[in-house]
C-alpha cells in the first residue's frame, strides 16, 4: 500500500512539473538499480525533493527537517512518502540510526550535503556528517545536479513561476573508493571535495555555471539535508 501511495503521489508530481513547463533527467543510466544508495544533489529551492525523486528510476527516502513534520497535513504526507526528521544544528543519534538502517537495508536515501538551500550560483559548505554516513553505510554516492528551481521557486519566493527543470546524475563512487589520506580527517576533506568535483563537472556538461563552495570545516552530523531551510 505504501509503495502504490509513494508512486501515485510521485505521478501527480510529474504533471505539475510537466504542466509548469517540462522537466527532464539526465544520466538516469548512471543509477544503480539495487544497493543502497546516498542520492546527493546541490540544493537551492523547495522544488528540489520532488524534482528529484520524479526523475530517479527508483523509490526514494528522505531526510528533512523537523520543523516540516509540524505542518498539519504537510508533515503527515511526507512521512507517508518515507520522509523521517533530523534536528539541525546537533547531533541526532536517531536521525543518523534511521539513516543507516535505510541504507543497510539497500535502499535509496535522499540527503542535500549542504544542509539549506544556496543561491544556485555558489555551492555552500559541505557537512563533514555526509562522509561519517557514506564510510559506515558504505552506499554508493550518486552526484547530482538541479537546473532550473532556483529561478522557479528561490529561496524567500512566495509563489513558483513557469520554467523548464532538470536534473543530471553522475558516475556514482564510495567513501573507500577515494579515501586516500593519512587521517581520518584528511579522508573527510577528499570526500567531500569529490563529490564538489563531481557536481562541478555536471554543471559544466549542463552549460551552468556554478562555483565550489568556500572552504569551511563543519564537524556536526547530517544538519538539514532535507526538502528546505
Known amino acids: 500500500m505504501a509503495r502504490a501511495w509513494y508512486f501515485f503521489i510521485l505521478t501527480l508530481a510529474k504533471l505539475a512539473f510537466l504542466a509548469l513547463g517540462g522537466y527532464r ?15 546527493c544533489p546541490n540544493h537551492c529551492s523547495h522544488l528540489d525533493p520532488p524534482l528529484v525523486a ?22 503527515w504526507l511526507i512521512r507517508s512518502l518515507g520522509a523521517f526528521p533530523v534536528r539541525r ?3 541526532d543519534a536517531e536521525a543518523v540510526r534511521l539513516a543507516l538502517e535505510i541504507l ?6 535522499l540527503l542535500f550535503p549542504e544542509g539549506t538551500r544556496g543561491d544556485g550560483r555558489t555551492l555552500g559548505p559541505v557537512n ?8 559506515r553505510s558504505g552506499a554508493a554516492i550518486l552526484p547530482a545536479l538541479v537546473v532550473g528551481t532556483s529561478r522557479m ?17 553522475g558516475e556514482p ?6 579515501a586516500s589520506g593519512r587521517n581520518e580527517k584528511e579522508n573527510r576533506e577528499l570526500f567531500v571535495r569529490e563529490w564538489e568535483s563531481r ?5 559544466r556538461e549542463a552549460g551552468l555555471e556554478l562555483r565550489g563552495a568556500p572552504s569551511s570545516p563543519d564537524p556536526t552530523p547530517p544538519g538539514d539535508p532535507g526538502p528546505a531551510s
Open 128 to 135: 563533514r556528517g555526509l562522509a561519517m554516513l557514506a564510510k
Open 54 to 75: 520524479v526523475s530517479m528510476p527508483r523509490r526514494l527516502r528522505f531526510m528533512a527537517k523537523e520543523e516540516l513534520f509540524e505542518v498539519p497535513g504537510f508533515g
Open 199 to 203: 557536481v562541478l563537472a555536471l554543471a
Open 104 to 109: 543497510k537495508g539497500g535502499h535509496a536515501l
Open 89 to 91: 544544528g546537533a547531533g
Open 173 to 178: 563512487f564510495t567513501y573507500a573508493e577515494v
Open 25 to 39: 533527467a539526465r544520466g538516469r543510466e548512471r543509477v544503480p538499480r539495487r544497493g543502497p544508495v546516498l542520492v
Open 153 to 169: 521557486l528561490p529561496k524567500g519566493a512566495k509563489r513558483i513561476r513557469r520554467g523548464r527543470t532538470e536534473v543530471w546524475f
